[in-house]
């Protein structure tokens, strides 16, 4: 598709960041989902059910094996449970588009949408005083809603902040490049995707913001949550918040919050095994059934860190390498490639072709100005994002002759490990987090490497062919 839109051979080159972010997506995404299917399953056999919230807390502790002073973390439950999903995802995709992704899809949309609905109203009637909650659900609210303009300036909110959008509407992969490959000429692409990023931002959005924060300080109190929110949290809490509506309520609300996840997660898990399968399908003529052996051993030994050593900081990786930086530059590259070399007007001639739905011509502009230039300030500031965010006192450091002092969430200082005191790969005979981390970062270039091989082995074919 890239190599389509300009002269230039290189551009199939950018197509590797298409199946990259996919596959180490994939690694690591389905070790989150197999979470939100095993809570589903202790939802519903009480295993939550009188526990405190410090029991709950250690029963994720205990199951992810963090914590517990082992070197690989991980409990055969959760190793089970991740097999199971990874297996569910692998089947899924054997049976196809249509009887397969497009099957589930179907299924799992409007289950979780349901599921969202259900909880967010039981968050949104919580009041103080009611199944044992201490304030009005309405505070969690009002502190989601509340904006922090402050933080604008940081670029690594706008770094997660557009790693995320990008990760939720499969943009910066080639999820969407995949999709669209199966459209017809005159499809209506405006109105297709509008209308699933106002169905996206309603369920992320206006649902999950109704849910896990309101009920949290409804019951914990906001600075408990500001203290202690994080991606643990709902494994965390969430369960023991439950109880306190009783038995049989707090069976379904656990079915039903873990399930949304679990919906929301295998839809999108889905999403990043198409790609890669088309791959090897289209370009090496596999089967679907090799496509999908091929596909779920990649997965599985890439996930392999991620699982054994979570706490180690592999997952951790996988997650900032994959899931946000490698999403920003490839939508980078995206923008620009569409814009300047295939051409803002071939472009906006494909937008606008069968459109039901009239696109204003402001985003024309948008789309070859506003946001390569907004990507760019976004990748170069969290690039070199200076100590404590403050730009005022970085640039003076420099112009007086004593360097950019970098903070240790800017890219460059992840890189070079900067505000880690002890670098050391082995401490007394045993593998650091550094080392797992160095190590873990070499095999995700490993993979970005071997990919880049396939695509070229690829090319060389279709030219021998030809």
Request: aromatic share 16%; net charge neutral; charged share 15%.
């Amino acid at each position: 598709m890239f190599d389509a839109m300009g002269k230039s051979q290189l551009l199939k080159y950018f197509g590797i960041f298409g199946l990259f972010n996919n596959l180490a997506i994939a690694a690591y995404y389905c070790y989150i989902e197999s979470w939100t299917l095993s809570y589903v399953w202790h939802s519903i056999s009480g295993a939550f059910s009188g526990k405190t919230a410090e029991e709950v807390s250690a029963f994720f502790s205990q199951y992810l094996d963090i914590g517990m002073g082992n070197f690989f973390n991980v409990s055969p439950p959760a190793f089970l449970f991740f097999l199971i999903t990874l297996g569910l995802n692998l089947w899924i995709l054997s049976r196809g588009l249509s009887k397969g992704v497009e099957m589930a899809s179907r299924i799992g949309m409007p289950i979780l949408i349901i599921f969202g609905i259900f909880l967010a109203i039981r968050a949104l009637t919580l009041n103080a005083g009611e199944h044992g909650a201490v304030y009005d659900s309405s505070v969690g609210m009002n502190f989601l809603w509340t904006p922090q303009f402050d933080s604008l300036s940081n670029p690594k909110v706008w770094l997660a902040a557009a790693g995320q959008i990008f990760f939720t509407l499969s943009l910066g992969m080639g999820s969407i490049h995949c999709y669209a490959a199966y459209l017809k000429e005159r499809d209506d692409i405006a109105l297709n995707a509008a209308s699933a990023g106002w169905m996206n931002e309603f369920v992320e959005v206006l649902l999950g913001g109704s849910i896990i924060i309101p009920i949290a300080v409804a019951y914990l109190g906001l600075d408990w949550i500001q203290a202690n929110v994080g991606f643990e949290m709902g494994f965390r809490t969430m369960p023991t918040l439950f109880q306190n509506w009783g038995p049989i309520l707090a069976a379904l609300a656990g079915v039903a919050w873990f399930g949304l996840l679990f919906f929301a997660g295998i839809t999108s898990s889905l999403a990043t095994g198409q790609p890669v399968m088309a791959f090897l399908q289209d370009e090496f003529k596999l089967t679907r059934k090799r496509s999908v052996v091929i596909f779920g051993a990649v997965t599985l030994l890439l996930a392999l860190p991620c699982v054994f050593l979570y706490e180690k900081g592999a997952f951790n990786e996988f997650d900032y390498w994959a899931g946000t930086f490698s999403l920003v530059v490839f939508a980078l590259a995206e923008a620009i490639i569409f814009s300047w070399v295939f051409g803002i007007d071939k472009g906006w001639d494909e937008i606008t072709r069968g459109a039901d739905i009239k696109v204003p011509h402001f985003f024309k502009f948008v789309i070859k100005y506003v946001t390569p230039l907004f990507l760019i300030s976004v990748f170069f500031g969290s690039m070199i994002k200076p100590a404590n965010g403050e730009w005022t006192n970085a640039f003076k450091s420099l112009f007086s002759g004593d360097g950019w002092p970098l903070a240790s969430d800017s890219v460059i200082g992840n890189i070079f490990n900067i505000g880690i005191a002890d670098t050391r790969w082995f401490i007394d005979g045993i593998p650091s987090n550094v080392f797992i981390i160095d190590m873990t970062r070499i095999l995700i270039l490993i993979t970005f490497i071997v990919i880049g091989l396939a695509i070229r082995a690829a090319w060389k074919r279709k030219q021998q062919l030809a």
